[in-house]
């Protein structure tokens, strides 16, 4: 691989690969509905859900959002009902009904695909004893608040936790969605480019405000705090002081949330002629390559997670391996972490990779009070492959 000005690059892809180059481097009607068409939910967001009553032989599903300000929405309400409210609100869905209950009844209204009732007027416990339901199906944003509340209220009530079913219906995402995910990459791409040309001019702490400056250009916010680290600061898979100097590596791990969806890349740059450095990064550069051919639908997680880790293996640094430190990747959606997490371990090592499956890759090498290689990008599954968002 030729080498510019001793920062490396990744190869060329095949057109429709989707891995660009300036990796700095070296690289859902339904009755409940009433005919109303959202443009802001998919009715097979709705109908997924429901497909769990029978499975799981349960009367109802209720979502709670947060019960603060601080919590807002939850990533399953938002996901059911296309609507954001920053006050206590509950979402119910049943064989016949779709029904979000919220305080703001008026804005809800014109925003949500749902059936509004006023929360203030009619409470849950009542519309589900009218109802005569029982099983109702739970995730973990129902508090012990909650249940005991309703647990007093509800005859004989039965409490069923369908967090992981709600998790797995979130994870394939639909052509919103992606739309959505490609925006917040795009803007991601956009700040990394910022990193990249400002990189030799600034420390670490003025990088991640450039960063900032990108994403606020763009109405979009960090995903989560991002990562600027450099020399042996890029050892450090978490490094969120971010105010140091540097002359030889630098690592930007940074993601945009652009209405409501995230996303998260990783960038490392070499800036020295450090042959070790040069090795190790064109190293994992190369095991990019190999993900790109080797993840397709059907696989599981394990036997991603495996291959990254075995290539490591071979390659020579199954001691500086990221399977030593984390899981090779994660979902991305309405959460930056989500369904499925990428590894060898249980709950999800035996997941089964669909079409429609966004998630970030991430495989690395640390060499401990040295530095780091990361490469991350978040991927679009496709039945033809890898794309990249």
């Not at 920062?7 to 859902?28: A, H, Q």
């Not at 209950?101 to 014109?110: G, Y």
């Not at 669909?354 to 990361?374: D, S």
Request: aromatic share 10%; net charge positive; hydrophobic share 40%.
């Amino acid at each position: 691989m030729k080498k510019q000005d001793h920062e490396t690059s990744m190869r060329p892809r095949p057109k429709g690969r989707g891995l660009i180059g300036s990796v700095s481097s070296f690289p859902i009607g339904n009755s409940a509905l009433k005919g109303r068409v959202s443009t802001i939910v998919n009715p097979e967001r709705i109908e997924n859900t429901r497909k769990f009553l029978d499975k799981k032989k349960l009367d109802a599903i209720l979502l709670f959002s947060g019960e603060s300000l601080n919590d807002l929405s939850s990533e399953n309400t938002y996901y059911l009902s296309g609507f954001f409210d920053v006050w206590s609100h509950a979402v119910l869905v049943t064989k016949k009904d779709a029904v979000l209950f919220t305080a703001d009844v008026l804005r809800a209204e014109k925003e949500c695909a749902l059936d509004v009732v006023d929360a203030r007027k009619e409470k849950i416990h009542a519309f589900l004893n009218k109802r005569h339901m029982r099983r109702i199906g739970i995730d973990t944003g129902f508090s012990f608040n909650q249940w005991n509340k309703l647990r007093g209220k509800l005859k004989r009530p039965v409490f069923c936790d369908i967090s992981k079913n709600m998790l797995e219906i979130r994870g394939i995402k639909d052509k919103e969605e992606i739309s959505k995910m490609r925006l917040a990459a795009g803007i991601t791409k956009k700040a990394l480019d910022v990193v990249q040309k400002k990189m030799r001019l600034f420390d670490e702490g003025a990088l991640i405000k450039k960063v900032k400056q990108e994403f606020a250009l763009n109405n979009a916010e960090p995903a989560f705090t991002p990562i600027v680290a450099g020399d042996a600061n890029s050892a450090n898979i978490h490094y969120f002081a971010c105010n140091q100097k540097y002359s030889q590596i630098l690592m930007s791990d940074i993601g945009a949330r652009k209405d409501f969806y995230n996303s998260d890349f990783t960038r490392t740059h070499i800036l020295c002629k450090d042959k070790e450095m040069l090795q190790a990064h064109d190293t994992v550069a190369r095991l990019v390559d190999g993900l790109l051919d080797f993840v397709v639908v059907g696989k599981t997680c394990l036997e991603i997670h495996k291959y990254a880790k075995d290539f490591l293996v071979k390659a020579g640094y199954k001691k500086e391996s990221f399977s030593n430190f984390h899981g090779l990747g994660h979902g991305v959606g309405l959460d930056v972490h989500e369904y499925p997490r990428i590894s060898e371990r249980a709950p999800y090592k035996n997941t089964v990779f669909q079409e429609n499956m966004v998630f970030a890759l991430e495989p690395a090498i640390y060499f401990k009070n040295k530095f780091g290689i990361r490469i991350e990008n978040t991927f679009l599954l496709t039945k033809k492959g890898l794309n990249v968002l």
